[in-house]
């Protein structure tokens, strides 16, 4: 099915599309050009979305909002936002009247014409899909990159074509109601993770298998050899798996030999050469390496390497002050995440942590802490359950870090500058979403290097 057919199907029908965000906007207003009777319902008031309701009642769609934006949703088709759980009772119902309970995500793998690989896992997605996209472009592929991360895919389209590629970040919130697969799939690793919003780790496993759920046999599968939970899904598998590992020659193809990645003995790229710091961002390189076997060349994966210089809130140096280096690793929202950030650094840092509490355990980023950090700076509703795990530590000793706890950010981020001395490392790796004070990681860490640069 192309999307003009899609949208053909949708002329004159009802459809509600729950969640305002910039990610429904696109097909917010697809659909109404479309000629679709659409109702929008958001958790925000009218004053809180600011002029986009105006923009949205302009365009005849139909505005619900506020606490109960949820009662009584109607519609032949619904549109759910990713953060609404797919057995949400009001979805629930909607399936038993006969409507069709979709996401942007959903619709896009129906009617995208150009190969498709899709990248998931608990750590590392991120810069493994832009890896990916960036190897690509540089081969000279036309890439549409987008899910989790750059811009939403749907109304994007009509304007792509089967010799593309479109490369997306999924979630485990968009996967526990896919249906489709890419063609060529990545899963990076898998650990704890949004046990806040999953009834456990098994659902939150199975909620990411489902990038591969539905592959056949010419389709790829990447999974990390040195990650337990990632490595027992290849039996599952009916597609074509390729292992990558660090550690591990056994039965991985993608391996490190003698300072290089290599595919099946072949050297791909050197590890030194890599731009962006730190093993785990190996691991990511070998990842996208797998990926794009026979796709693009070693010649081109090695450029890469050497001219990518990250992604944003991911071991970003914001500033040097007074020999103090402050780097922003808010993307850090997992332990296991921040525990790659701080085994990039040879020094002892000042690790700036805590948010929201996802349920997940601290207790292996507590033992490390004593190790890699000599001050830290505790701020959010993890607070308490990050200092109880370091202290639970077996190399924890009275002042070894120092801790000390704090309400706000900015508060955090002034006692780091008159505790920092030259030569120190200021890392923000908070382990924890950022919900608990801001909408998401990226308006944490922007806010963290405003006012990192405003010191003086």
Not at 31 to 41: N, Q, W
């Amino acid at each position: 099915m192309t999307i003009q057919e899609y949208l053909q199907g949708v002329k004159g029908r009802r459809v509600t599309v729950i969640g305002i965000g910039v990610s429904n906007r696109p097909l917010l207003r697809m659909l109404a050009g479309a000629g679709a009777i659409v109702t929008a319902r958001d958790k925000k008031t009218e004053e809180q979305l600011g002029e986009i309701a105006g923009e949205l009642r302009a365009m005849g769609i139909r505005l619900v909002l506020g606490e109960h934006y949820l009662d009584e949703t109607e519609g032949e088709i619904v549109f759910r936002t990713p953060g609404l759980r797919p057995d949400h009772p009001t979805l629930e119902a909607a399936r038993k009247r006969g409507a069709v309970v979709t996401s942007e995500m959903e619709v896009f793998f129906d009617v995208c014409p150009c190969t498709m690989i899709a990248v998931t896992g608990s750590d590392g997605k991120t810069t493994t899909t832009t890896l990916i996209s960036e190897m690509l472009r540089t081969a000279g592929k036309k890439v549409w990159l987008g899910g989790n991360i750059g811009t939403p895919l749907l109304d994007q389209a009509e304007h792509m074509r089967p010799e593309d590629y479109a490369v997306l970040e999924l979630s485990s919130f968009q996967l526990m109601s896919m249906e489709k697969t890419p063609h060529v799939a990545v899963i990076t690793n898998l650990s704890p993770n949004h046990l806040d919003w999953h009834r456990g780790m098994e659902e939150y496993v199975q909620a990411k298998s489902h990038i591969f759920a539905r592959q056949g046999e010419n389709d790829v599968l990447v999974l990390n050899y040195d990650n337990e939970t990632a490595r027992d899904l290849a039996p599952l598998a009916r597609s074509q798996v390729r292992f990558f590992s660090r550690r591990s020659a056994d039965r991985a193809q993608v391996i490190v030999q003698n300072g290089w990645i290599t595919d099946e003995g072949q050297p791909v790229l050197e590890t030194g050469r890599i731009r962006i710091p730190g093993a785990h961002n190996v691991e990511n390189y070998m990842a996208a390496c797998a990926a794009l076997r026979g796709i693009v060349s070693p010649e081109i994966m090695a450029q890469v390497s050497r001219d990518f210089a990250g992604v944003e809130h991911r071991l970003e140096l914001v500033r040097e002050l007074d020999g103090v280096k402050w780097y922003n690793d808010s993307i850090g929202t997992s332990p296991t995440r921040t525990l790659a950030g701080l085994s990039c650094f040879s020094e002892k840092v000042i690790l700036i942590a805590g948010g929201y509490d996802k349920h997940i355990p601290f207790d292996s980023l507590g033992e490390a802490i004593p190790r890699h950090v000599k001050i830290l700076l505790l701020c959010g509703a993890t607070a308490d359950k990050i200092e109880a795990a370091v202290k639970a530590s077996p190399d924890w000793k009275e002042g070894e870090p120092r801790i000390l706890r704090f309400s706000k950010l900015d508060d955090v981020v002034t006692a780091a500058r008159e505790l920092a001395q030259p030569g120190d490392v200021v890392l923000l790796s908070p382990a924890c979403a950022a919900f608990d004070q801001f909408p998401n990681f990226m308006v944490r860490g922007r806010y963290f290097k405003e006012r990192v640069n405003e010191l003086k």
